[in-house]
């Protein structure tokens, strides 16, 4: 359902028509895949620069873009609009809080992906934040859990420090992070023996249904199929003892991911309905939605993709920014195009496709060149990767999935379905080549 707004006023009304001489043709010839994320024009606010791609890829005019964004409009927008969009695109002034909206549904995304500020990104959690907010170290803490001296102050610093190991999930070695949380649980297991309040008690059981939803992803992140599905099912039930519904609503998440990338399409579905059921309006819907795009995708049917991905689009418009982005149950508004980007793969619309992973990749890359989600690049890389190869570019090809394969910090059932899919593309797009054929090779090594 398509998202309406009335007409304000602000830095983007529009100006009179014939304000501006017309625009030169920036599209050039195209770029390959891997330059495209250097290739944009750094006197350009990257606002503006993602408009015209979006624009572009869509094979739009600035006329198609301005007649596309009206029917997102409950009232009619003023002639002369066009050359707006064109001031828009040159970067020279941001649209208002009445035309982001607008714009961001145009173009079938969030209003934050477009036109959210540059945030650093939120160093990792240290004993001194920690003693900021709790007045205690982690040693500290640790030492109150074994001598059975709980209180809120206890449980508070707990539930920070459960939340920073959720946001080291992107970037931490899974096997040390298993480790770590294990141990946790343990904490948390001698805190709901002792004497506790209500409240307590449900504090403790939150803290005890996160972990576990984190152990269970990064089981199966590692290949670790039927202890990831065990500790699922353990973190639904401490989310139902808990009443605790974003960890209902995840423990359905990991069941759709899992049955994703197994092609258990069906289940898929299932699983995510049912997570909506259990925490409607709450971030964790979006990416319930995301999924349930992915496999609408991988049977072929695109009304489905495209109903899906509004529905999720609509829901995290409507959400605040959130506090922790980099929380792995949190879905923070870059990962929407994540999804879309997957979806666009799938049903053939590559230039959507190629536009979403170069975004990606641009804005998880840091100054040194390392990635802020290195899973996230990973597939992005993979999509270009798929990308170059129906464009006739074996060797870009071969070279991108060579960098999503290098990556140390990976999902490998998520690789590996990534990897498959790209292995059926070089197979039929180049069926006498052995670089393609052996690529088999060298996915089921980098996934083993």
Not at 122 to 145: C, F, K, N, W, Y
Not at 317 to 324: A, F, G, H, K, N
Not at 425 to 433: A, G, I, N, T
Request: aromatic share 6%.
């Amino acid at each position: 359902m398509r998202q309406r707004h009335r007409r304000g006023q602000g830095e983007g009304a529009p100006v009179p028509p014939g304000g501006g001489s017309p625009e030169a043709p920036r599209d050039g010839n195209r770029l390959g895949t891997l330059q495209v994320v250097t290739e944009l024009d750094p006197t350009q606010p990257a606002w503006a620069e993602r408009l015209r791609r979006e624009r572009q890829a869509r094979g739009w005019s600035q006329t198609d873009a301005v007649t596309a964004m009206r029917t997102f409009s409950d009232v009619p927008l003023p002639d002369g609009l066009k050359d707006q969009w064109k001031r828009w695109e040159r970067g020279r002034n941001r649209p208002d809080e009445f035309y982001r909206p607008l714009i961001a549904a145009t173009f079938g995304t969030v209003v934050e992906s477009i036109f959210g500020e540059n945030r650093a990104p939120r160093p990792p959690a240290t004993d001194e934040a920690l003693i900021m907010r709790s007045g205690m170290d982690t040693h500290e803490l640790v030492q109150r859990i074994r001598q059975s001296s709980v209180n809120d102050s206890t449980l508070d610093a707990l539930g920070f420090t459960v939340e920073q190991m959720c946001c080291d999930y992107a970037s931490a070695e899974p096997a040390a992070l298993i480790t770590k949380s294990r141990e946790w649980l343990t904490n948390v297991t001698q805190i709901l023996d002792q004497r506790l309040s209500l409240p307590q008690h449900r504090d403790a059981l939150d803290a005890a249904g996160w972990l576990t939803l984190l152990i269970g992803c990064l089981e199966y992140d590692s290949g670790q199929a039927r202890a990831a599905e065990s500790t699922r099912v353990a973190a639904l039930q401490l989310g139902r003892e808990a009443d605790n519904a974003p960890v209902i609503a995840w423990a359905h998440e990991m069941r759709a991911w899992f049955a994703l990338t197994n092609g258990r399409y069906r289940e898929v579905i299932e699983a995510a309905q049912a997570g909506q059921d259990a925490a409607p309006g709450r971030s964790v819907a979006v990416q319930l939605l995301g999924q349930e795009a992915k496999a609408w995708a991988r049977m072929g049917n695109h009304r489905h993709v495209t109903r899906a991905l509004e529905k999720g689009r609509v829901l995290l418009d409507s959400l605040p920014y959130p506090e922790r982005p980099d929380n792995h149950f949190v879905v923070d508004p870059d990962k929407f195009d994540f999804y879309a980007m997957d979806c666009y793969r799938l049903i053939g619309d590559d230039k959507l496709a190629e536009m979403h992973a170069t975004e990606i990749i641009r804005k998880t890359m840091n100054p040194d060149g390392t990635s802020q989600s290195p899973m996230r690049t990973a597939e992005a890389r993979l999509t270009l990767a798929v990308v170059a190869a129906r464009n006739g570019e074996l060797d870009q090809a071969l070279t991108i999935a060579d960098e999503a394969f290098s990556i140390d910090r990976r999902s490998r059932p998520s690789l590996l379905m990534l990897g498959t899919e790209l292995d059926d593309v070089l197979r039929r797009f180049y069926p006498k080549e052995s670089r393609a054929t052996d690529f088999r090779a060298t996915l089921v090594a980098a996934t083993a």
